[in-house]
C-alpha cells in the first residue's frame, strides 16, 4: 500500500505548476522529497541522500538538506501544499453535509527546549506541545485544520476551521468545549449550525437563538443520535494513525511550529492519498 500512496501522491505533485526558471530545484521535486521524508519518517536531511531512494523514484537531482528546509517554508510550497489537499478533497469528492469539530494533542517530551511549544490540556492530564485543530467530515476526510501551540482555545481556532471548510458542510458537531457564543455566531455568519452538548445542559439568561435551537434538538432522538455521532472523529485520527507511515507523533527532529505544521501536513496529505488509493481498489473489486 505504501507503494501506492507514493505512486499517487507523485501523480499529484506533477499537477502542481513548475515555478520559474530560476530556480534549480522546481516545484515538483522539492514537494517530492520533503514528502519522502514524511512517508519513511526520517527527516529531510535523509531524503537529500541519494543513496536512501529506489533508483525507480528518485528525482534526477537531489536538493540540499538547507535548500529543502528553507524552500518548504516559502509561500510557494505553502501554495501548493494548499493546492494538494484541495485536490485530494475533489478527488474523494463530498460525503453529506455533516462534520465532525475535534483537536488531537501532539505532545513532546518534558526536557524539550521548544520555544513554540506551550502547555495546555492533553488527553487524561495537561501535557505541553502542539495540536491538530481538525474538521472532518463523515467520510474522515480532514475538510480543514490548523497546527497551533496546545495552549491555544479550541473554540477560538474552530471559528477559522468554521471559515475555511468547504461550502457542503453546514452541520457541524463538537464536544462540550464547542458550546461557544462566538462560535455559534460565526458558523451563522458561514450559514452552518453547530450541534454540542451545553454546559451544564442549559441555556443562560440572554436566551441564544443558537443555543436554544441546540437546546430543543438534543432532547429529541436524532439529536441525540448527531451527538453520539461525533465520536466517530477519534476513530478517524485513529485510522490516520494505525497506517505504517501515519500520524503517531512528532519524532524528536520535528520541533518548532513550522516543522511541526510540515510534517503534519505531510501525514494529512498522505493519508488522504491513501483514501483515494482505497476507494480505488474498492471501486475496482465492485466492478468485478
Same mark, same amino acid.
Given at each position: 500500500?505504501?507503494?501506492?500512496?507514493?505512486?499517487?501522491?507523485?501523480?499529484?505533485?506533477?499537477?502542481?505548476?513548475?515555478?520559474?526558471?530560476?530556480?534549480?530545484?522546481?516545484?515538483?521535486?522539492?514537494?517530492?522529497?520533503?514528502?519522502?521524508?514524511?512517508?519513511?519518517?526520517?527527516?529531510?536531511?535523509?531524503?537529500?541522500?541519494?543513496?536512501?531512494?529506489?533508483?525507480?523514484?528518485?528525482?534526477?537531482?537531489?536538493?540540499?538538506?538547507?535548500?529543502?528546509?528553507?524552500?518548504?517554508?516559502?509561500?510557494?510550497?505553502?501554495? $501548493?501544499? +494548499?493546492?494538494?489537499? *484541495?485536490?485530494?478533497? /475533489?478527488?474523494? =469528492?463530498?460525503? &453529506? @453535509?455533516?462534520? !465532525? %469539530?475535534? #483537536?488531537?494533542?501532539?505532545?513532546?517530551?518534558? $526536557?524539550? +527546549?521548544?520555544?513554540? *511549544?506551550?502547555?495546555? /490540556?492533553?488527553? =487524561?492530564?495537561? &501535557? @505541553?506541545?502542539? !495540536? %491538530?485543530? #481538525?474538521?472532518?467530515?463523515?467520510?474522515?476526510?480532514?475538510?480543514?485544520?490548523?497546527?497551533?501551540?496546545?495552549?491555544?482555545?479550541?473554540?477560538?481556532?474552530?471559528?477559522?476551521?468554521?471559515?475555511? #471548510?468547504?461550502?457542503?458542510?453546514?452541520?457541524?458537531?463538537?464536544?462540550?468545549?464547542?458550546?461557544?457564543?462566538?462560535?455559534?455566531?460565526?458558523?451563522?455568519?458561514?450559514?452552518?449550525?453547530?450541534?454540542?452538548?451545553?454546559?451544564?445542559?442549559?441555556?443562560?439568561?440572554?436566551?441564544?437563538?443558537?443555543?436554544?435551537?441546540?437546546?430543543?434538538?438534543?432532547?429529541?432522538?436524532?439529536?441525540?443520535?448527531?451527538?453520539?455521532?461525533?465520536?466517530?472523529?477519534?476513530?478517524?485520527?485513529?485510522?490516520?494513525?494505525?497506517?505504517?507511515?501515519?500520524?503517531?507523533?512528532?519524532?524528536?527532529?520535528?520541533?518548532?511550529?513550522?516543522?511541526?505544521?510540515?510534517?503534519?501536513?505531510?501525514?494529512?496529505?498522505?493519508?488522504?492519498?491513501?483514501?483515494?488509493?482505497?476507494?480505488?481498489?474498492?471501486?475496482?473489486?465492485?466492478?468485478?
Amino acid at each position: 500500500m505504501e507503494d501506492r500512496v507514493w505512486l499517487m501522491v507523485s501523480w499529484m505533485i506533477e499537477l502542481v505548476p513548475a515555478t520559474s526558471k530560476r530556480c534549480l530545484y522546481d516545484t515538483q521535486t522539492i514537494l517530492k522529497v520533503g514528502l519522502f521524508a514524511v512517508l519513511r519518517d526520517r527527516p529531510f536531511c535523509w531524503a537529500c541522500e541519494p543513496q536512501n531512494w529506489p533508483e525507480h523514484l528518485r528525482p534526477p537531482q537531489l536538493p540540499n538538506q538547507s535548500t529543502l528546509s528553507r524552500r518548504w517554508r516559502s509561500k510557494e510550497i505553502t501554495a $501548493a501544499l +494548499k493546492d494538494l489537499h *484541495a485536490l485530494c478533497r /475533489r478527488l474523494l =469528492g463530498s460525503r &453529506g @453535509r455533516y462534520a !465532525k %469539530l475535534d #483537536a488531537r494533542p501532539l505532545v513532546i517530551g518534558g $526536557a524539550g +527546549k521548544d520555544p513554540d *511549544a506551550r502547555a495546555g /490540556r492533553a488527553v =487524561g492530564g495537561m &501535557g @505541553r506541545g502542539y !495540536k %491538530l485543530y #481538525a474538521m472532518v467530515d463523515a467520510a474522515g476526510v480532514v475538510a480543514s485544520f490548523r497546527i497551533r501551540p496546545m495552549n491555544e482555545a479550541e473554540p477560538l481556532v474552530a471559528q477559522e476551521l468554521m471559515q475555511e #471548510a468547504p461550502g457542503h458542510l453546514t452541520r457541524i458537531v463538537g464536544d462540550t468545549i464547542y458550546d461557544s457564543v462566538a462560535l455559534h455566531r460565526t458558523a451563522r455568519k458561514f450559514r452552518r449550525r453547530l450541534y454540542s452538548p451545553l454546559r451544564e445542559n442549559r441555556v443562560g439568561k440572554r436566551q441564544q437563538p443558537e443555543r436554544l435551537r441546540v437546546l430543543r434538538v438534543i432532547r429529541t432522538k436524532v439529536g441525540r443520535k448527531l451527538l453520539h455521532w461525533r465520536d466517530q472523529i477519534e476513530r478517524d485520527f485513529g485510522r490516520m494513525s494505525n497506517l505504517g507511515f501515519g500520524l503517531k507523533g512528532l519524532p524528536p527532529w520535528v520541533r518548532r511550529i513550522h516543522r511541526v505544521t510540515a510534517w503534519v501536513s505531510g501525514k494529512i496529505l498522505l493519508y488522504h492519498a491513501y483514501l483515494i488509493c482505497h476507494a480505488m481498489a474498492k471501486n475496482k473489486l465492485d466492478h468485478a
